[in-house]
C-alpha cells in the first residue's frame, strides 16, 4: 500500500475562495482523521470518521468547514470562504486497530 | 483534557547520550501510543503500550507505563542525529474506539 494520500501538497489561496482538500486512507483501516497543525495551536483533531460515518466533528472550528467521507477510499475536507487564520498545514490519518498513518499533509496558505 | 500532555516541552541532548521523555494524562487508559514527527511531516507511530503491560521495547525505545501515576515515559538510548524531532503521546481513553488527540510534544534536537 502506498501508505495514506493526501493532494494537494501545496495550496495557496486567496481570502473568500473554496478550498479542498483530499485523502485517501489506507485500504482496509476503518477510522480516518483530519487534523490542523500550526504554530501557535499545536496539532488539533477536527473530525474522525469510523466506517465513513462521522464520529466527532467538535473539533471543527467554524462552519466554514466541512468533511466528507463518501466511501471507504476517499475523504474530503472542504473550507468555504476561506480565510487567512485557516493558513496551517491539514493531516489526514488513518488507522485499524489503534496504529495510525500519517498523510505527508497540505501546507495551505490563504492570502 | 481528554490528551496526554508532554513533559519537556523541549529537550537537547548530545549524541550518543540517552533521552527521556515523559507523558501524563488524566483518566484510565486502554493504551498508550508514541508518535515522532520530523519537520514539516505527518507523524510517524512508533510504539503501542496497552494498559496491562508495563514495559515495551522497539530497537533503541523503551518505553513505560504507570497506570497508577497516569503516566508514561519514551526513552531513547544511543541517541542519534537522525532521532532530532518531535515526539508525541496519545492515550485511548474509550475502549472499542479510536480517537487520537496530541499534546504540544516535546522538541528533541540531538547535537552532534
Known amino acids: 500500500d502506498a501508505g495514506v494520500i493526501q493532494s494537494p501538497r501545496h495550496e495557496v489561496t486567496e481570502m473568500g475562495q473554496e478550498v479542498t482538500l483530499r485523502c485517501k486512507p489506507i485500504?482496509?483501516?476503518?477510522?480516518l482523521f483530519w487534523y490542523r497543525q500550526t504554530m501557535m495551536r499545536g496539532l488539533e483533531l477536527l473530525i474522525y470518521?469510523?466506517?465513513?460515518?462521522?464520529?466527532?466533528d467538535s473539533g471543527m472550528p467554524e462552519d466554514r468547514f466541512s468533511a466528507k467521507m463518501p466511501n471507504a477510499s476517499f475523504s474530503t475536507l472542504k473550507i468555504q470562504p476561506s480565510e487567512p487564520r485557516d493558513s496551517a498545514v491539514y493531516f489526514c490519518?488513518?488507522?485499524?486497530?489503534?496504529?495510525?498513518?500519517f498523510g505527508q499533509g497540505t501546507r495551505l496558505t490563504v492570502v | 483534557s481528554q490528551q496526554g500532555e508532554e513533559d519537556p516541552q523541549a529537550l537537547s541532548i548530545q549524541e550518543g547520550e540517552n533521552a527521556t521523555m515523559n507523558c501524563s494524562y488524566k483518566?484510565?487508559?486502554?493504551?498508550l501510543q508514541w508518535y515522532r514527527q520530523n519537520s514539516g511531516r505527518g507523524l510517524v507511530h512508533l510504539i503501542l503500550?496497552?494498559?496491562?503491560?508495563r514495559e515495551k521495547h522497539s530497537g533503541r525505545l523503551r518505553v513505560t507505563l504507570d497506570t497508577s501515576k497516569k503516566s508514561s515515559s519514551l526513552l531513547i538510548t544511543a541517541s542519534r542525529a537522525a532521532d532530532t524531532a518531535s515526539y508525541f503521546c496519545?492515550?485511548?481513553?474509550?475502549?472499542?474506539?479510536?480517537?487520537?488527540?496530541f499534546g504540544t510534544g516535546t522538541r528533541l534536537t540531538i547535537i552532534p
Open positions: 485500504s482496509g483501516h476503518d477510522y
Open positions: 470518521f469510523n466506517n465513513n460515518v462521522p464520529i466527532d
Open positions: 490519518a488513518s488507522s485499524h486497530r489503534g496504529e495510525a498513518f
Open positions: 496519545a492515550p485511548s481513553f474509550n475502549f472499542g474506539n479510536e480517537k487520537l488527540t
Open positions: 503500550i496497552r494498559s496491562n503491560e
Open positions: 483518566t484510565s487508559i486502554n493504551n
